[in-house]
């Protein structure tokens, strides 16, 4: 996906096996090493060409010197990097880093950045925050992004409000917000609204809102805190923890496909702070790897103007509907755009190497990457009677609204990929595809699984689309990829509709100690499937199960239905060996009862009213870009 400069041929050569072990090849990423937060996406309709900056080291493999690395690209597939950063941490009020920000399309003709502009380190959420050490800052090209020149003026704001303790005040985002100026009764062709996200010390994790004069970008009125949710807010599994100090928040309107006069205002946030959870966290002075507390979540609320402010709330409100995760793995810092040519919501992640022990990352010269474009988007299914197991006003992550028949609209966040990506990644010409259908799945066991022959997949760069349809009797069904030939070593996606839990279990190496070198613990999220009920003859149907998968060495993105993504990291994974799918059931969970061990069952109506199958699956392997 990325052309790099010749700087990657001059890392490789002096270690090309480490190099290139676990480094992806149609995914964004950095020419050498570090790498985090995606910054300033966008489009430049004079030219026609994407731009999209980055978090960058480019004097190490570790975080620090931050500056933004830059790419351009015609079609967000193919990609063309600078060799130079477009930022560097080169003036006073910046010398410690240039930190995240957007790009904006200003009205005298230039392309501008807004970005944070650091003068003092260490900065944490857990730490006291010394005012004045995060700015605003503006850098505008007038030559189509090909150099930037940082304002006389800078910084245009000195640091956060004179009158809030902060925990953090950092990664402005700027965009039109109609329904804001609406509420607010501000002119809409003259305003902007910016955020910059952060937290209330002891009060809540927020994102301080303000105007911006569209015609002179310096100009911000501060309006205050946008949203107020406590600390350590978790609705529910389904939501989510949103910590204590908000990173990167986007604000995005997402309206109905079917119905356009609906639409939905939500917020974005990486949620720094989140309370403990199963993943391994080492001892002092160990080289375990373990991911931070931290979450990749937003939210969905309406806006209103409280009758009194304080300090935690300003003249608007984002008073909180719903929520949830927008991705349960590896995935933080997401950034967006609204794209005009496809009228898309589209975002990038920074994919983190926080599963890679230290020596290792260093090792191999490089660090982090982007995840695949993706598009963002509201999903809606009508008359649904019920969730698998949970009742539906457990479900947090959903918007219910009952209709005249006795069952909901819901409503939630949904993403893909971005699909002209899909489709070039598709038709690459070294691609083997294999499709199989209507295949009806014996259960109990693993020897009874249905293992496909030949093998499909042969290499680490693959997509598998999937659709089963599930027997009520179905306790779990996985879909296992091999590492070795007997499955001692795979990657398994499985789904306990019972636990409304999706897994991903991953490889670990073969030796003793392995969990110093990578964490391998699975991914766990909160998944249900919804069941429908027809208004006019009552007949219901559980949806199918949708499970989407895209691989690229040592990164793997899934997508579940939809509204369920997982990104996580493959590291003991080098080999693709074999391709199973099982499905264990209750006891009496095998059809006509015949127990004949066979991997494909053909009893007839019975058997397939009461066995899982494989609707369709679709591979293709050996994905890439021309």
Known sequence: MTRTTSATEQDASSRPEQFRRWRPSYHFISARGWMNDPCGPGYDP?????????????????????????????????????????????QPYDHQGVFTGCLINARDDSLTYAYTSVSLLPIHYTRKHVRGSESLALAKSFDSGRSWQK??????????????????????????????????????????FGVISGGIRDVTPTTFLYAIHAHDLTQWQYLGPLANVGLNFCPSRWSGDMGKNWEVTNFITLRDEGEDSVERNLIIMGTEGCLPGPSPHPTAGSLAPSRPPRGQLWMAGSLHCPQQQTASSGPVEFKYNYSGHLDHGCLYAVNSFYDPPSRKRIAWGWITEDDLCDDLRHAQGWSGLLSMPRELTMQTIHHVARASVSDLSDITSIERQPDRHGTYTIRTLASQPYQPLIEALRNSPQVRHTRLQNRVLDSSNTQSALTLDPNPLTTTHWEILCLF??????????????????????????????????????????????????????????????????????????????????????????????????????????????????????????????????????????????????????????????
């Open 151 to 192: 304002i006389p003026a800078n910084p245009i704001l000195p640091g956060e409000p004179d009158d809030i303790d902060v925990t953090g005040w950092r990664d402005p985002f700027v965009a039109a917000w109609p329904c804001m100026a609406k509420l607010l009764r501000m002119n809409e062709a003259d305003t902007l």
């Open 46 to 90: 004079k030219t026609g060409l994407y731009h999209l900056s980055y978090q960058q080291n480019p004097k190490g493999v570790d975080w620090g010197n931050m500056a933004w690395g830059s790419a351009t690209s015609p079609d967000l597939i193919h990609w063309t990097h600078q060799e130079m950063p477009s930022l560097s941490p080169d």
């Open 469 to 626: 349809k599930l027997s009520p009797t179905t306790q779990s069904i996985h879909l296992s990829i091999a590492h070795k030939a007997d499955f001692s070593q795979s990657t398994t996606l499985s789904f306990h509709p019972r636990t409304e839990t999706f897994t991903i279990t991953r490889p670990e190496f073969p030796f003793a100690n392995s969990s110093h070198l990578i964490n391998s613990e699975p991914e766990r999220a909160p998944h249900t499937l919804f069941t429908t009920r027809d208004p006019h003859s009552g007949e219901e149907e559980q949806e199918l199960l949708q499970i989407r998968a895209w691989r690229d060495n040592s990164v793997l993105e899934v997508f579940v239905n939809g509204r369920t993504a997982i990104t996580t990291r493959l590291y003991a994974a080098e080999e693709t060996l074999g391709m199973r799918i099982f499905v264990v059931d209750d006891d009496d969970g095998d059809g006509d009862g015949d127990g004949d061990g066979s991997s494909l069952a053909n009893g007839g109506d019975v058997a397939r009213k009461r066995r899982s199958e494989l609707v369709e699956m679709t591979i293709w392997d050996n994905i890439g870009i021309s």
